[in-house]
C-alpha cells in the first residue's frame, strides 16, 4: 500500500508532468502546492523506483519509475526558506545524486553555499546530506564544513558535525590525525554552552565518536579521566535513554582507586535503578556489578539492591522486555545464590505468558521453571515443588493437541490457554521437581510423593519424565526406594519411551532384593530381544540381567543364558555385541577368581585395607563371623569408592564397612549415663569439598546404620549432634560432633568400650560421607 495516500491515480507520463509543475513559478507562490508535489517525488522514490529493478518492472505499467530526471528541478528548489521543502530536497538529492556524476559538482555547491547560512537548522541539513552523498572526490569538499561545523555556535551543527568525522574516517584515515578531530572532538566532552547541557546530544555523539574512531584507545580516554567521568555523572539524566545508556557503558569500564570514589559513582547512579527503561537499568546493573567484582561481599549486597527494580520490570514489562529480564535475572541468581529466594513468587507462570518466555534453553527448561530451581530452599520449597506439580498435574494430553489451536483461533477459553501452557512445561517441571530433590534432601520425600501421585494418572507421557526423575532420586537418596518402587514398577509395562525403559531397568538392577517380581519383570523383554532395537536398552538389559543374577541366581540363570544367547548372536550393534561377550567370558571362568581374588593392592588404599582387617577381626571376636569367613572377606566391599555388594544382602545398597545393628535401642538417659561412663574418647576431623547441610549429614549416616540421638544449631556457624551405633553382637559407639559451616569441616569425638573399634568406626563414618568430599 502507498504511503499517505499520495498514489490514487496512477498514470503514464506522471514524472513529465511533475517536472512541469517544479519548473511553475506561479506554484512557488503557494507553499502548499509546492509541498504536496516534492512530498509525490519523495514518495515514490522511497517505494524503491529506479533502485529496485524488479520495483521498475512491477510499475511501469502504472508511472514512469524513474524519479532521476526531476534531478536539476530538485536542485533549484533548495532555493526555499521552507525547512520542509529542503529536508525533501536534500532526502531526494542524497538518493540520486550517484546516478548524476555530472551534476554532483552542482549539487556540492548548493549544499556548501546552504551550509553558510544564517539558520542553523539549514547549516545542519545541509552538512548531513553532504556527508550522505556518494559521489567521487566528495572527500576534498567535506573536510572543511566538517572541521567548521565541529567549531559552529549551534550544538546542532556540532552534533552533526561529530557524526561526519566517522563519515571522513570512511573515506581516508590519515586526515583523522592531520586535522586533529580526535582533539576537536574530545574537546566537545567540556563544552560550556548552555544549549549542551541542556540536550547533550553532542556530549553524546562525541562519546559515540571517538568510540568508534579508537576503540578501546578512545574508551581509555573517556575512563582515564576521572573529571569526565564525574561530568557525565553529574548530567546522566539529561541524556536521552540512548545517551544513558551508552555513558553508561563508558562508566561501566571506570576502576575506581578507592572505596569512596566507588560509592561515589553508585550514589550518582542509585536512581538510574528506577529508570522505567529497562535498558538504563541493566545498564546500571552492569556499573554496580563491574564495580564490586573484587570485592564479592559487597556484590552481594549490590545484588540485593537491584533484586526489586529488576522484579518490578519484569512482572510490569511487556512480554519481550520481561524475556531479556528473566534472562539477566537468571545469571545474576547464579551470581549471588540467595539473593531472590524471597521473590519466588515472581517467577510462577502465568496463563498469559507468551511462547517465547516458555523459551528453551540449553539446558532445556522454561526460564521462570529454571528460576524457581534456583531460588529454592528450606523455608520455600514446599510451595514451588506444589506450584511445579500444578504445572504437571493440569497437564492433559488430550487438550495438549489443540496447542495449535491458540495460533489459529484468537478466541478460545482461559481454561485451554492454561491447559495448553502446562502442556508445554510439563516435562521441565518434572525435572526443576528432580533437580530440587538432588540439591535439597528435605524436599526429596516431598518430590518423591508427587511423583507417587502423578505414575498413577498412567498417563505415558508424563510418566516417562517421572521414571527418569524418580532414577534420579534413587541413585541420591536409596532409601527412598521404600516410596518409589512400588509405583515404578507398577509402571514397568506403561512406559514406551526407551529413556525410560534404561532407567527402569537400571531401578530393577539396583533393587532386584527389594523388588520381589524383578526377573519376571525383565524376562518379557528378554524374549521380545528383536523387537527392543534401541542399543541403550539393550545395553542396560543386559547390565540388569547379570546384577539380578548375583542377586538372585537362581531365577536369573536361565534367562541371562537366553540373553546372552541372543545377544552374542545380534551383531547388529557393536556395542550391545562386545557388552555381553564380556559378560559371558566373565560368566565362563570361575568367579572367586575372576571377581573375588583381585589384586587388593591395585584397588585398596593402606588406611582402607587396615580398617577393614581391624573390622574383620572385631567381628570375630564378637562370635559374628568365623575365620573362615574373615579369609573370605568380599574385597569388593574393600573399595575406596562405595561399590553394591553382590552376595545377596538384605539391602544391596548398604556399603557400611563395619557389621552394625541397622536399628539399634538406645534412650535419651542411657546414652547420657554411657557417654559419661566411657570418659575420654579419641577426635578426629574431616574436611568437606562443599556446603553440606544437617540434613544431609544425617540421611547418608542414617543410610549406614549411624544413628541420631539430638540435633541442634550450636552458634550462627556451628551445628552440633549426637550419633550412636551398635555393632553386631558388640559394644555401643558414642559420637559428639560438631559441623562447622564457615569452614566446612566435621569435628567429632568418638567413644567406646572397646578402643580398638574407634579406627574403623572413624573409616567407617568418612566413607558415609564420602558424597560431601568428592
Known amino acids: 500500500m502507498a504511503p499517505g495516500g499520495l498514489f490514487v491515480d496512477h498514470k503514464k507520463g506522471e514524472v513529465t508532468e511533475m517536472k512541469n509543475k517544479l519548473r511553475d513559478s506561479s506554484i512557488d ?43 536539476s528541478e530538485m536542485i533549484m528548489a533548495t532555493a526555499t526558506k521552507d525547512l520542509v521543502q529542503k529536508k525533501m530536497c536534500y532526502l531526494y538529492l542524497s538518493n540520486y545524486a550517484s546516478m548524476q556524476s555530472e551534476m554532483a559538482l552542482l549539487v556540492i555547491n548548493t549544499l556548501l553555499k546552504d551550509f553558510h547560512d544564517e539558520d542553523p537548522m539549514v547549516r545542519g541539513l545541509a552538512l548531513r546530506c553532504l556527508c550522505s552523498l556518494r559521489v567521487n572526490n566528495i572527500l576534498e569538499y567535506l573536510v572543511d564544513p566538517v572541521v567548521k561545523g565541529l567549531q559552529d555556535a549551534s550544538p546542532y551543527v556540532r552534533k552533526t558535525a561529530v557524526m561526519c568525522v566517522l563519515r571522513i574516517r570512511d573515506l581516508s584515515e590519515d586526515i583523522i590525525p592531520d586535522r586533529h578531530l580526535v582533539h576537536q572532538i574530545f574537546n566537545l566532552l567540556n563544552d560550556r554552552d548552555p544549549q549542551v547541557r541542556a540536550g547533550d ?5 562525541a562519546v559515540n565518536a571517538l568510540l568508534e574512531l579508537q576503540g578501546r584507545t578512545g574508551l581509555s580516554l573517556l575512563i582515564g579521566n576521572k573529571n569526565i567521568i564525574i561530568r557525565l555523572l553529574q548530567r546522566i539524566r539529561e541524556f536521552n535513554e540512548w545517551s544513558q545508556c551508552l555513558i553508561l557503558e563508558v562508566i561501566a569500564e571506570f576502576k575506581p582507586n578507592s572505596d569512596d570514589e566507588r560509592f561515589e559513582i553508585m550514589n550518582f547512579l542509585d536512581e538510574r535503578l528506577s529508570h522505567g527503561n529497562s535498558s538504563v537499568v541493566l545498564a546500571t546493573v552492569k556499573v554496580f556489578l563491574n564495580l564490586t567484582q573484587d570485592r564479592p561481599e559487597l556484590q552481594k549486597q549490590v545484588v540485593q539492591r537491584v533484586r526489586s527494580p ?13 524475556f531479556v529480564l528473566m534472562k539477566h535475572i537468571i545469571i545474576l541468581i547464579k551470581l549471588a545464590p540467595g539473593a531472590f529466594d524471597d521473590e519466588y513468587t515472581s517467577f510462577y507462570a502465568r496463563y498469559s505468558d507468551p511462547q517465547y518466555l516458555q523459551n528453551l534453553t540449553e539446558e532445556n527448561q522454561n526460564l521462570k521453571i529454571k528460576a524457581l530451581s534456583l531460588v529454592v530452599n528450606l523455608s520455600n520449597f514446599i510451595s514451588i515443588v506444589d506450584e511445579l506439580g500444578s504445572l504437571v498435574s493440569s497437564y492433559y494430553p488430550a487438550l495438549s493437541k489443540e496447542v495449535a489451536l491458540l495460533y489459529l483461533y484468537p478466541l478460545v ?25 538432588v540439591r535439597l534432601p528435605r524436599a526429596a520425600p516431598l518430590v518423591s510423593d508427587k511423583i507417587v501421585v502423578l505414575l498413577r494418572r498412567n498417563d505415558p507421557v508424563v510418566a516417562n519424565e517421572c521414571i527418569a526423575v524418580a532414577r534420579d532420586i534413587l541413585r541420591k537418596y536409596p532409601p527412598l526406594s521404600a516410596i518409589l518402587l512400588q509405583s515404578l514398577t507398577e509402571a514397568f509395562y506403561e512406559v514406551k519411551e526407551d529413556d525410560a525403559k534404561v532407567s527402569l531397568l537400571w531401578v530393577l538392577g539396583q533393587f532386584g532384593n527389594d523388588i520381589p517380581e524383578a526377573p519376571y519383570l525383565i524376562e518379557p523383554m528378554i524374549d521380545e530381544w528383536e523387537e527392543e532395537t534401541d542399543p541403550a536398552v539393550r545395553c542396560e538389559m543386559l547390565t540388569t540381567a547379570v546384577k539380578l543374577f548375583f542377586q538372585r541366581p537362581g531365577e536369573m540363570q536361565a534367562m541371562l543364558g537366553r540373553l546372552l544367547k541372543f545377544a552374542i548372536a545380534d551383531v547388529s550393534n557393536v556395542d550391545v555385541h562386545d557388552r555381553a561377550l564380556f559378560y559371558y567370558r566373565i560368566l565362563s571362568v570361575d568367579l572367586d577368581t575372576v571377581i573375588y581374588n583381585m589384586p587388593e593392592q591395585r584397588w585398596l588404599s593402606e588406611e582402607a585395607l587396615k580398617a577393614r582387617y581391624v573390622v574383620a577381626d572385631a567381628a570375630v571376636a564378637a562370635g559374628v563371623i568365623s575365620d573362615e569367613q574373615k579369609a573370605g572377606t568380599d574385597l569388593l566391599d574393600l573399595l575406596d569408592e562405595p561399590v553394591p555388594s553382590s552376595r545377596g544382602r538384605a539391602d544391596p545398597l548398604d556399603d557400611s564397612s563395619m557389621p552394625l545393628e541397622p536399628s539399634p535401642s538406645l534412650s535419651p538417659e542411657a546414652f547420657q549415663d554411657v557417654w559419661m561412663q566411657l ?12 556446603d553440606s547441610s544437617a540434613q ?48 566446612k569441616t566435621l569435628t567429632s569425638l568418638v567413644k567406646c568400650n572397646d578402643a580398638d573399634l574407634i579406627p574403623a568406626f572413624f573409616i567407617h563414618f568418612k566413607m558415609s560421607l564420602t558424597p560431601l568430599m568428592a
Not at 518490578?312 to 511487556?318: A, D, P
Open 413 to 437: 477459553s482461559l481454561t485451554l490457554v492454561v491447559l495448553s501452557y502446562s502442556s508445554l512445561s510439563h516435562p521441565q517441571a518434572l525435572r526443576a521437581m528432580g533437580d530440587i530433590a
Open 201 to 205: 546530544d553532542v556530549v553524546a555523539n
Open 310 to 322: 529488576l522484579i518490578s520490570l519484569m512482572t510490569g514489562s511487556s512480554p519481550e522486555v520481561a
Open 696 to 743: 544431609e549429614i544425617e540421611l547418608l549416616l542414617s543410610h549406614n546404620n549411624v544413628r541420631v540421638m539430638a540435633q541442634g544449631q550450636a552458634s550462627p556457624n556451628q551445628h552440633k549432634f549426637f550419633f550412636y551405633a551398635k555393632t553386631i553382637g558388640g559394644p555401643l559407639i558414642l559420637c559428639e560432633t560438631t559441623l562447622d559451616i564457615s569452614s
Open 679 to 690: 570418659g575420654g574418647g579419641e577426635p578426629f576431623i574431616i574436611s568437606f569439598s562443599r
Open 29 to 71: 507562490k503557494d507553499p502548499k502546492q509546492k509541498r504536496a508535489i516534492m512530498e509525490r517525488v519523495v514518495g515514490y522514490m522511497t517505494l524503491g523506483i529506479g533502485r529496485c529493478h524488479v520495483a521498475l518492472q512491477l510499475l511501469s505499467a502504472y508511472v514512469d519509475a524513474d524519479m532521476s530526471p526531476l534531478f
